[in-house]
């Protein structure tokens, strides 16, 4: 882990970066949200319940579907992680600034008022000091909270630590993967600790357990503490902003959270770069994510594979030859999305269905249709997606067959294949160019029906950018027929075995005279 630290210091700055980013600014949201309206509506019990009642049932979706929500309305990247960082935050914090307020008590309340205090100073002279240290403490419980659940924010390129966890987790790269974890914890433990001692600062001596009239008591200085938290918030602020500054007409490349598609997006990035372009590189999650912001003018360019485009963009079922899969790919992506497909790279991921050795053996296993007399006594593991497809996935299989299998057990794909090894299932949904196949000595049996077409992969633009950056059309055409599917597998064992991505990209680029 510690070596992985060391190499990859420039990228644990920036996403611990993000991550303070996304958490700090969804929590000083519900700060401002949150506490105002706790204030206002302290006094009208019919109106606290209903608005504790709406934060209550915010609080208890699960907070991958929050973030799904969140997606129609903001699109990807950060402003949906912190809309839904927000909706998570504001109960804690809502929830101790009406206990805080009700702790008071009211014989003080009376008071102030008899001295002719007005409403605004009883709420800042006497609720407020009062009232900060249950306040302070729904703050710390939205914070840490919210730097836990960040970690999530990955999954709709919003960065943050989570890009480790989850690119670990599909590579089985335990070092990336406890990087993430471990400084994900340390930001909130330092979090808890620092705005405790703000809360200390802020809360009154003669409030704070242990202190007693006696002996001289230590002069505090809240506004000199507000006003320094206040500068270091700002400057917090102003280094991350400048960190995650883009450059002038930078390039936006997406990918899908697996290894083959971080892998082409750093080729695609490092060709381009090398060829005078600014490129950035965003990790987002399955194949609809990305088409569709590509589709919203979100991200410039991905890569694409023929199939998915076939299958599930385009919902045809009937196969047909490879070239006529892409010219009819390229045909009605222009019409219907105002797309346009570049030149393939060569190699055809298209899906297999993958056995052990001893399976193969045990049943006597060389093709598909050769499972038809012991489907429903089996298992099928892989991806979520494979699982739902209807044109090319699971559901595809079993009606082109003829069989029904016992179930599907869905997971991140690069836990397949140590899963199917370690017979948690019998059968495993695979990728042609996945070097885990010659690793592990697989069996891909073979698709004698034809139920999957042809996943050769090849970048995607919407036709306007194509139109108005030729040069870029240009060199990615140049990138036709580079890689097999051998060369793919190799390149993606060596990514699944723990070698950065970026070094790797640079290899396929430098194997084949490209840079």
């Not at 974890?181 to 600790?193: K, N, R, T, V, W």
């Not at 139920?451 to 950056?469: E, G, L, R």
Request: aromatic content about 10%.
């Amino acid at each position: 882990m510690f070596e992985f630290m060391f190499t990859h210091g420039q990228d644990i700055l920036r996403l611990t970066l993000q991550h303070i980013t996304l958490s700090l600014s969804s929590v000083l949201l519900a700060c401002l949200v949150g506490i105002p309206v706790g204030f206002l509506i302290v006094n009208n019990k019919k109106l606290s319940n209903i608005v504790l009642g709406i934060a209550n049932i915010i609080q208890t979706i699960p907070s991958l579907a929050m973030f799904a929500f969140a997606l129609p309305l903001f699109g990807i990247g950060i402003k949906p992680a912190i809309f839904a960082l927000f909706l998570y935050a504001l109960l804690p914090i809502l929830k101790n600034t009406l206990l805080g307020i009700k702790s008071v008590d009211p014989s003080i309340i009376r008071a102030a008022k008899g001295m002719g205090m007005s409403t605004t100073q009883i709420m800042f002279m006497v609720e407020v000091p009062l009232s900060i240290s249950i306040i302070m403490g729904g703050i710390r419980i939205a914070t840490v909270t919210s730097i836990g659940v960040t970690t999530i924010a990955t999954l709709i390129a919003a960065g943050g630590l989570g890009d480790f966890i989850y690119q670990g987790l599909s590579t089985f790269n335990q070092p990336m993967i406890l990087t993430g974890a471990i400084l994900s914890a340390g930001l909130a433990l330092i979090a808890d600790f620092l705005l405790g001692k703000l809360e200390k600062k802020l809360t009154s001596n003669g409030l704070i357990d242990g202190a007693t009239s006696n002996g001289p008591q230590k002069k505090k200085h809240p506004k000199r503490t507000l006003i320094i938290t206040g500068v270091a918030i700002i400057a917090i602020f102003a280094i991350m902003v400048g960190f995650n500054q883009k450059k002038k007409n930078t390039i936006t490349i997406a990918t899908k959270n697996y290894t083959e598609q971080r892998l082409i997006g750093q080729v695609m990035s490092q060709y381009l770069e090398s060829k005078g372009f600014n490129t950035e590189v965003k990790e987002l999650g399955g194949s609809m994510l990305v088409f569709n912001a590509l589709n919203s003018d979100e991200v410039d360019m991905y890569s694409e594979y023929t199939g998915t485009l076939y299958a599930l963009v385009l919902n045809h079922s009937n196969i047909v030859s490879d070239e006529e899969t892409y010219d009819i790919c390229k045909k009605e992506a222009e019409e219907k999305f105002g797309m346009t497909l570049l030149k393939p790279y060569g190699f055809n991921n298209t899906y297999a269905l993958a056995v052990t050795q001893e399976t193969a053996a045990k049943y006597n296993l060389s093709k598909i249709s050769d499972l038809s007399a012991f489907a429903s006594e089996l298992y099928v593991g892989g991806d979520s997606e494979f699982g739902v497809r209807e044109m090319d996935g699971l559901p595809a299989v079993e009606k082109k067959y003829g069989f029904t299998f016992k179930g599907y057990k869905s997971m991140d794909q690069g836990l397949t294949y140590q899963a199917l090894v370690n017979k948690d299932f019998a059968i495993g949904s695979s990728y042609a160019t996945d070097g885990r196949i010659k690793k592990y000595n697989l069996v891909l049996l073979e698709d004698d029906k034809k139920v999957f077409p042809p996943y050769f992969c090849t970048p995607i633009m919407k036709t306007s950018f194509a139109k108005s950056h030729p040069e870029v059309v240009k060199a990615l055409n140049k990138l036709e027929n580079i890689w097999t599917n051998d060369d793919m597998q190799k390149f993606n064992l060596m990514v699944d075995e723990g070698k950065d991505v970026k070094d790797v990209a640079t290899l396929m680029l430098q194997d084949k005279n490209l840079i």
